[in-house]
């Protein structure tokens, strides 16, 4: 359903890009900065589930999670929603690299861009999912022993943790790319010079936009509650 969801969005999103940026192009940075505090906000709201709510669960927690549908849902959502923003922050930075291109050149660019993003991500991420059907293929294989074996319950074992550092490095790049579209768009932040490397300004850059977002959201549902109570 993500990766489905990910190529309509290249579709949707390609064309409404370069539209925008012939008849309209002061909006792009608009819409990238916008982009930038919704993924900052994501990152941040990693990084307080993973500090403040993450508990240590036991095997039929861990199972209840994996079968709660409306759990599953929301986290699907999330993720395509997240996909769908950043996926015009590629769009929209691919094209500001070619802006002084012919038409014909920034079409390809970004169409280029928008392909690699989607084939070369979710094919690196349909490999890592199917790890453990691999490696319970080999364990069959093999009758659980010997070499193939070993491999096969190296590939069933890893998979775990490889998921979860993925889950770490993708909110570090979701607010790197949050951070340097801030660093580059607003002249003002861009001016600043704090003497450290430009990534550790962009990481703290987002990490203090997605924090306002945040401050922002639970305020709007902490009100929203309390008039529906009434």
Not at 17 to 25: D, Q
Not at 82 to 94: C, G, K, M
Request: no cysteine.
């Amino acid at each position: 359903a993500i990766t489905k969801g990910s190529i309509l969005n290249k579709i949707i999103i390609v064309p409404i890009a370069l539209l925008l940026n012939l008849f309209f192009p002061e909006v792009i940075k608009y819409i990238l900065i916008l982009g930038g505090f919704y993924l900052a906000y994501e990152g941040v709201e990693k990084i307080i589930e993973i500090i403040f709510h993450r508990k240590p669960k036991d095997h039929l927690e861990e199972l209840a999670d994996v079968t709660d549908e409306k759990a599953e849902d929301a986290k699907i959502k999330s993720a395509v929603l997240t996909d769908f923003i950043l996926s015009i922050e590629i769009v929209i930075i691919a094209l500001g690299t070619v802006l002084d291109k012919p038409l014909a050149v920034q079409i390809g660019t970004v169409s280029v861009i928008a392909l690699i993003a989607t084939v070369g991500v979710y094919g690196l991420v349909a490999l890592i999912v199917r790890l453990d059907d691999m490696g319970y293929g080999l364990i069959k294989k093999s009758n659980g022993e010997g070499f193939l074996a070993t491999v096969g319950n190296v590939f069933v074992k890893s998979l775990p943790i490889i998921i979860k550092v993925l889950g770490y490095v993708g909110t570090v790049a979701l607010l790197m790319v949050a951070g340097g579209i801030f660093d580059h768009n607003i002249e003002a932040i861009h001016q600043l010079n704090f003497n450290v490397p430009s990534i550790v300004k962009q990481i703290a850059l987002a990490i203090i936009a997605g924090l306002l977002v945040v401050i922002l959201v639970k305020g709007f549902q902490k009100i929203y509650s309390l008039v529906a109570k009434k």
